[in-house]
Nanobody, 129 residues
């Protein structure tokens, strides 16, 4: 069992930066592929980024490449999402998620929300223009 708690959300102006954190409970955090997803009311949940259990492989949706960086600290059971050059279209509730998969590279399946086993409660990001 893994419990996930996101933090770091808030209101920021376009062009600004935020760092999201996701604290994970449980001793097996390092066994999980971790992902960030986001959702706008009335729209489907969208994949943002994923990172393998070792941190050696990452993958991003095209709209955030070069602006967002996913990272993890297995010793601290923490997942991060550094978001730079934020745009109004990044406004959403952001969720971290854990998938029980020790893949060596982020698989296509790890971009699908229904492949994840555990979810956080979400944190709101609002980017003003």
């Amino acid at each position: 069992q893994v419990q996930l708690v996101e933090s770091g959300g808030g209101l920021v102006q376009a062009g600004g930066s935020l760092r999201l954190s996701c604290a994970a409970s449980g001793r097996t955090f390092s066994s999980y592929t971790m992902g960030w997803f986001r959702q706008v009311p009335g729209k489907e949940r969208e994949f943002v980024a994923a990172i393998t259990w070792s941190g050696s492989s990452t993958y991003y949706t095209d709209s955030v490449k070069g602006r967002f960086t996913i990272s993890r600290d297995n010793a601290k059971n923490m997942l991060y999402l550094q978001m730079n050059s934020l745009k109004p279209e990044d406004t959403a509730v952001y969720y971290c998620a854990a998938r029980n998969s020790r893949e060596s590279r982020v698989l296509v399946s790890s971009t699908l929300g229904n492949q994840y086993d555990y979810w956080g409660q979400g944190t709101q990001i609002t980017v003003s223009s």
